[in-house]
C-alpha cells in the first residue's frame, strides 16, 4: 500500500519551474518591451508581486476577501459609485452588467459598431442576456453624438422593434477620448428616457491623466461602469465593476453563476492596487511614446488613421508603397525583433523607447528603399479608417 501510494504520488507532482526560468522570464520581458500588438501583454514586475504577497488570505465567494474588500471600496469611492465588485475580465465585468441591467427581453443595447461589447465578447449580449444590439457608426467617424443617439434610440410601443434600455459607452474607444461633454448630454438625453447608461472604461485611465479629469468626474453621467486593471495597468489579471449597492449586489450573484466567483484573490488584489499606485503616474509617458511614434510617422510620410489621444495610433503605410506585412518581417528580422501587428500600433507601460526609434528606422529605410526602386505615391489614394486592428 506504501509503495502504491508513493507511485501515486510520484505521478502526481510536477514542476513548471525550468532550471533557466529566470532567464527566461528575462526574455519575455525584453520581448514585451518590444511588442506593439496590445497593452494587454504587459507582465507583472517583481516589485508588483512582491507587494502582493503581502495581501490577506481569504476566500472571496464564501466571505469577502480583506484586501479585495479594501480594493473595492477604494474603487467605489473614487467613482464615485455606492459599491464595487472585483471581476476576473473586463469581458466578464461588461457582460455581467449588462445582465444585471436587464430583465426580462425584448430589449436593445445601443453602442458605437467597433465597441468591444459589440465586436469582441463573442456575442455575450445575445447569449446572456438575450439582448439584441444597436451597434451605431458615428457620424463624425470619432465617437457617437447625442444626434447619433437620437437617430438610433428605439423607444416606440411598436411590437416590431426590441426597445433600447442601454446606452453602452466605450472610453477610450482604440485609444480615442470621447469628448465628456457629449458624454453629459447622452446621459441627460439617456434618463430622460429611463435608459441606463454603461460605461466600458478599460481604458478610463488614459482619459483621466491625459485630459486631467478625476475618475469620478469620467464616470458620473453612467449608472455603472467596468474599469480594468490589466489593460494600460499592468496588472496582471482583474476589472472592476462599479454602480449602486443594490445592483452591485445582484452582480455577484451573476458573477458567482458565470463561473466567476473567485476564492484567494488577495494575491490579485493586491496587483491591482500596485498598478493603482505606482503605474497608473506613468501613462503620461505613454501617450507621449505614443505622439513620438505618430510625428515620425508623420514626417516620413505615412497616413495617420486615428490620432495617438492616448496610447495607441492607427497609420497606413500605403502612401510610402509599405505594407504592414514587409514591416512586421523587417522588425522580426532584427537582432532584437519587434512584433507588430496590422495599422495599430499600442504603446503601453513597459514599451521602451527604443522599440519606437526602431520600429521608426524601419519604416523610414523601407520608404526610402521603395523610393530608390520608383514608387510613386498616386493621388487620391483611398484609406482604409478601418484597417485590420487586434483587441
Known amino acids: 500500500m506504501a509503495a502504491s501510494l508513493s507511485a501515486v504520488i510520484d505521478q502526481v507532482k510536477f514542476d513548471l519551474i525550468s532550471k533557466t526560468q529566470a532567464a527566461e ?23 508588483m508581486y512582491s507587494y502582493a504577497a503581502h495581501a490577506s488570505l481569504g476566500d472571496d465567494v464564501y466571505s469577502i476577501e480583506p484586501s479585495t474588500a479594501a480594493l473595492e471600496a477604494h474603487m467605489a469611492k473614487i467613482t464615485g459609485k455606492e459599491a464595487a465588485l472585483f471581476m476576473p475580465s473586463g469581458t466578464a465585468s461588461n457582460q455581467i452588467a449588462l445582465r444585471t441591467h436587464l430583465k426580462q427581453p425584448p430589449y436593445t443595447i445601443l453602442c458605437d459598431h467597433r465597441s468591444h461589447i459589440n465586436k469582441y465578447e463573442t456575442g455575450g449580449a445575445a447569449f446572456h ?27 416606440r410601443t411598436d411590437v416590431h422593434f426590441a426597445p433600447t434600455e442601454i446606452v453602452a459607452l466605450e472610453n477610450t474607444l482604440n485609444g480615442t477620448i470621447f469628448p465628456q461633454d457629449e458624454i453629459v448630454a447622452i446621459s ?73 466567483g473567485m476564492r484567494q484573490i488577495g494575491i490579485l488584489s493586491g496587483c491591482a492596487a500596485y498598478a493603482l499606485t505606482k503605474n497608473f503616474p506613468q501613462l503620461p509617458r505613454v501617450h507621449a511614446l505614443a505622439k513620438k511614434a505618430e510625428a515620425g510617422l508623420e514626417e516620413i510620410g505615412a497616413s495617420i488613421l486615428s490620432r495617438a489621444e492616448t ?64 514608387f510613386i505615391k498616386p493621388e487620391g489614394q483611398f484609406m482604409d479608417v478601418y484597417a485590420k486592428r487586434i483587441v
Open 311 to 374: 496610447c495607441m495610433v492607427l497609420y497606413d503605410p500605403s502612401p510610402l508603397g509599405v505594407t504592414y506585412d514587409e514591416i512586421a518581417q523587417r522588425g522580426s528580422a532584427l537582432p532584437e525583433p519587434l512584433f507588430l501587428g496590422g495599422s495599430r500600433l499600442v504603446i503601453h507601460l513597459q514599451t521602451e523607447d527604443a522599440a519606437v526609434d526602431d520600429f521608426l528606422a524601419i519604416v523610414r529605410q523601407l520608404a526610402k528603399e521603395k523610393r530608390i526602386a520608383g
Open 188 to 260: 441627460r438625453f439617456a434618463h430622460s428616457l429611463e435608459i441606463k447608461m454603461h460605461l466600458d472604461g478599460a481604458r478610463i485611465w488614459h482619459v483621466a491623466v491625459e485630459t486631467g479629469t478625476s475618475i469620478k468626474e469620467l464616470c458620473d453621467p453612467f449608472d455603472t461602469a467596468s474599469l480594468c486593471f490589466s489593460k494600460g495597468l499592468g496588472a496582471p489579471v482583474g476589472s472592476c465593476l462599479v454602480g449602486p449597492k443594490d445592483f452591485i449586489a445582484k452582480a455577484r450573484w451573476f458573477r458567482k453563476l458565470f463561473g466567476g
Open 129 to 155: 442576456s438575450g439582448a439584441a444590439l444597436t451597434a451605431v457608426i458615428p457620424s463624425n467617424g470619432h465617437h457617437l453624438t447625442l444626434a447619433d443617439v437620437k437617430d438610433n434610440i428605439i423607444t
Open 25 to 47: 522570464n528575462a526574455a519575455k520581458r525584453k520581448e514585451i518591451a518590444r511588442t506593439f500588438i496590445s497593452d494587454t501583454i504587459t507582465v507583472p514586475t517583481e516589485e
